[in-house]
């Protein structure tokens, strides 16, 4: 019985757990999109004005995590 228990806690601890890394892991996705798509806008827009930002890892990583601020970084490296 005393085993029983101590699975069923184990249980419950271990699928808190893992629904909030998923949490963490959809967080990262919808910002690693969200980055996307304003890389996307930019490029449309920055077409116009003659510039323009690569899709590659780096710059999708940091538009990713940054968002606007990591574009305005990129755009800004464009620049110089």
Same mark, same amino acid.
């Given at each position: 019985?005393?085993?029983?228990?101590? &699975?069923? /806690?184990?249980?419950?601890?271990?699928?808190?757990?893992?629904? !909030?890394?998923? !949490? #963490?892991?959809? !967080?990262?996705?919808?910002?690693?999109?969200? &980055?996307?798509?304003?890389?996307?806008?930019?490029?449309?827009?920055?077409?116009?004005?003659?510039? =323009?930002?690569?899709?590659?890892? *780096?710059?999708?990583?940091?538009? #990713?995590?940054? =968002?606007?601020?990591? /574009?305005?970084?990129?755009?800004?490296? *464009?620049?110089?």
């Amino acid at each position: 019985m005393t085993g029983l228990f101590t &699975g069923g /806690i184990l249980a419950i601890i271990a699928g808190i757990l893992i629904l !909030k890394s998923l !949490k #963490g892991i959809f !967080k990262i996705v919808l910002n690693i999109i969200g &980055g996307v798509i304003l890389l996307y806008i930019f490029n449309y827009v920055g077409s116009f004005y003659g510039i =323009g930002i690569n899709y590659s890892f *780096q710059n999708l990583f940091l538009v #990713g995590v940054g =968002g606007v601020p990591g /574009i305005i970084v990129l755009a800004l490296m *464009q620049l110089i």
